[in-house]
């Protein structure tokens, strides 16, 4: 599956942005469920978010849970990163990746990952 993130840059603090991931395939990607990590720099990979195939159930990480948004629309085949209330520590490259497991969480369950799209929250 080929991912392709792209809708980071730089934004203010308390500010919004959308990230997008769009796949190659539409016949794999309505198969898998999909998430969102970040590396921050000197920082390992962290899971942010994850859908279902279908959409109906999703998973957020602690630390963007109220703020962090994730959806999906398989007639498009992407996958969104809605992020709100951005803070400095939101600062990193996030990731989009695609798992034939549920909801997981564990880098080591996703098969494939998109190139990343850096996101900088700064005043």
């Known amino acids: 599956v080929q991912l392709q993130a792209s809708g980071g840059g730089l934004v203010q603090p308390g500010g919004s942005l959308t990230l997008s991931c769009a796949a190659a395939s539409g016949s794999i990607f309505s198969r898998h469920a999909m998430g969102w990590f970040r590396q921050a720099p000197g920082k390992e990979r962290e899971f942010v978010a994850a859908i279902s195939r279908g959409g109906s159930s999703t998973n957020t990480a602690d630390s963007v849970k109220g703020r962090f948004t994730i959806s999906r629309d398989n007639v498009k085949n992407t996958v969104y990163l809605q992020m709100n209330s951005l803070k400095p520590e939101d600062t990193a490259v996030y990731y989009c990746?695609?798992?034939?497991?549920?909801?997981?969480?564990?880098?080591?369950?996703?098969?494939?990952w998109g190139q990343g799209t850096q996101v900088t929250v700064s005043s």
């Open positions: 990746a695609a798992s034939t497991a549920i909801l997981a969480v564990d880098m080591g369950a996703y098969d494939y």
